[in-house]
C-alpha cells in the first residue's frame, strides 16, 4: 500500500523492519477517527454494541484491504461486521501516515465481528492462514515494515486455543511443501489497553468502493490447513467444528489476487 517514496522513508526511518520501542512511540490523540456508521457491504453496524452471542477476533495478514475483502465474503451469514484499523500497538487513534512511518508499532489488521451459530472461528482463521504467507517476517509481498507483520490477536481461551493449534498445523503444512516456520504474531487482545483502532473512512470496505485502487500485496501458498480433526483440541471439537465444507475450499480457498478478481457481496453457499 505504500508509494515507493513512502516505503523508502518508511525503511530509513525503521532502520529497516525493527519495532519502535514504546518510549518512542508517536503520542497519538484521545479522539478516534471518524468512520461511517453503516458497513458498506454488509449494510450493518460498523461499532458497537455487537448483538448477543456475537465474538470478535483480530486479524492481521498484511495490506488490509484485501484482507478485510475476504472475510466479509464469507457465506453464511456469519459475519457480522469487519474494519480495518491498526492493531498491537503503542499510539492511541493513530492515522495512515502515522502507521506507515513505522512511529506507532502497529499493524494493518482486520477486526472481524462473527455469530458462533453461523459460522465457525475455525473457518475465520483458515481463511486467514491461506489469504497470506504468514512465514514473511515483518512484510507481505511489496509491502515492508513492522505495520505489515502477520498477527492474530483473540478475546477467549478456546480462541487462543484454536489460534495457537491451528497456526502449529498450518506451519508443519508449509514446512512440507518447502515453506519457512510461521513468523506470525499471535497474542491476547488483553495485552493491550487497546488492541484495534479504527483507520480513516476511505480504508473502510475500500476495495468495494468506486475508484478504488486494485491493489493487494497478499501471498497466498495456495496450501491447504490440515483437516480440523487432526489438530483442534478434542475438548474444542464439537463446539468449533468448521461450518463451511471442503466442497467451499476447493472452489473458494484464497489464491493470489483473488480477492481483487471477486465481487464485492458476500459468497453465495448453501450450508
Not at 512511529?103 to 458462533?116: K, M
Not at 506451519?171 to 484495534?196: C, I, N, T
Request: aromatic share 10%; hydrophobic share 35%; with cysteine.
Amino acid at each position: 500500500m505504500l508509494g515507493v517514496s513512502r516505503l523508502v522513508r518508511s525503511l530509513i526511518i525503521m532502520g529497516g523492519a525493527q519495532m519502535v520501542p514504546r518510549e518512542k512511540a508517536l503520542p497519538g490523540r484521545a479522539s478516534p477517527l471518524k468512520i461511517a456508521a453503516e458497513h458498506y457491504v454488509l449494510k450493518t453496524p460498523m461499532k458497537g454494541p455487537w448483538p448477543p452471542g456475537a465474538e470478535v477476533i483480530v486479524l492481521a495478514s498484511g495490506c488490509f484491504w484485501g484482507s478485510e475483502k475476504g472475510i466479509w465474503r464469507l457465506p453464511g451469514n456469519g459475519i457480522v461486521s469487519t474494519a480495518v484499523g491498526y492493531a498491537a500497538g503503542y499510539t492511541p487513534n493513530p492515522t495512515y501516515e502515522e502507521v506507515c512511518s513505522g512511529l506507532t508499532g502497529h499493524t494493518e489488521a482486520v477486526q472481524v465481528v462473527y455469530d458462533p451459530s453461523k459460522i465457525s472461528v475455525v473457518d475465520i482463521l483458515r481463511w486467514h492462514w491461506q489469504c497470506h504467507d504468514p512465514t514473511q517476517l515483518n512484510k507481505q509481498g511489496n509491502d515492508v515494515g513492522t505495520q505489515y507483520r502477520s498477527g492474530v490477536y483473540y478475546f477467549s481461551d478456546d480462541q487462543k486455543k484454536l489460534v495457537e493449534a491451528s497456526k502449529a498445523a498450518y506451519e508443519k503444512a508449509l514446512m512440507a511443501k518447502g515453506f519457512g516456520k510461521v513468523a506470525s504474531e499471535v497474542r491476547p487482545a488483553s495485552d493491550f489497553d487497546q488492541v484495534f483502532f479504527y483507520a480513516e473512512d476511505y480504508h473502510q470496505q475500500y476495495l468495494a468502493k468506486p475508484g478504488a485502487r486494485p491493489y493487494c500485496s497478499a501471498q497466498p501458498r495456495v496450501v491447504d490447513l490440515p483437516p480440523f480433526e487432526e489438530w483442534a483440541p478434542k475438548e474444542l471439537q464439537d463446539k468449533h467444528k468448521p461450518r463451511l465444507p471442503e466442497a467451499f475450499w476447493k472452489e473458494h480457498a484464497p489464491t493470489p489476487h483473488c480477492v481483487i478478481r471477486s465481487p464485492n457481496a458476500p459468497i453465495k453457499w448453501e450450508l
